[in-house]
């Protein structure tokens, strides 16, 4: 699951060892697309706070992603796998339920700031700038969150 990353190779600097700080790069990386996406649904709020065309009801997927990429990111890949953890609610089925639910709570809030940014903003053909802060915002933690699961190796953790 972890593993389609495995064969991604870094370009080949004599003064950087890419090896031992994947961990750091991924995390880096993702922390940094998730404070942007924050950072441009911030903007767009407090841009659009008089005029009323960015609904209050629009955070709502945004809050979702937040929750799923933590949902997500709570479950280690040994713990899919089954790799020693029996212990827990339903041990191994748990952790695989607990995912689900979080890649459907990521998947569902990206949809719904598509359909909010086509729905409410493009098709009644007013300023795109609100609904493209949702979408973007939605899109960035959901990049965030895969690069966060996958792009980290947990045999560094050792």
């Known amino acids: 699951m972890a593993g389609f990353l495995d064969n991604f190779r870094w370009p080949e600097f004599?003064?950087?060892?890419?090896?031992?700080?994947?961990?750091?790069?991924?995390?880096?990386?993702?922390?940094?697309l998730f404070f942007t996406g924050w950072w441009i649904i911030v903007d767009a709020a407090v841009v659009y706070s008089k005029s009323g065309e960015l609904n209050p009801a629009f955070h709502t997927c945004g809050v979702m992603s937040t929750?799923?990429?933590?949902?997500?990111?709570?479950?280690?890949?040994?713990?899919?796998?089954g790799d020693g953890y029996s212990d827990g609610c339903l041990g191994r089925i748990g952790a695989r339920?607990?995912?689900?639910?979080?890649?459907?709570?990521?998947?569902?809030?990206?949809?719904?700031?598509?359909?909010?940014?086509?729905?409410?903003?493009?098709?009644?053909?007013?300023?795109?700038?609100?609904?493209?802060?949702?979408?973007?915002?939605?899109?960035?933690?959901?990049?965030?969150?895969?690069?966060?699961?996958?792009?980290?190796?947990e045999e560094l953790w050792a």
């Open 97 to 153: 339920i607990w995912l689900f639910i979080g890649f459907m709570l990521m998947f569902g809030s990206l949809i719904a700031s598509m359909w909010i940014l086509f729905g409410a903003y493009v098709v009644p053909k007013i300023n795109v700038y609100p609904g493209l802060a949702v979408f973007f915002q939605n899109a960035l933690i959901f990049f965030s969150s895969l690069i966060y699961k996958f792009g980290r190796t």
């Open 67 to 81: 929750v799923a990429f933590f949902m997500i990111n709570a479950v280690s890949n040994g713990q899919v796998r």
């Open 14 to 32: 004599e003064c950087i060892d890419w090896g031992e700080s994947r961990n750091a790069v991924a995390s880096i990386v993702a922390g940094v």
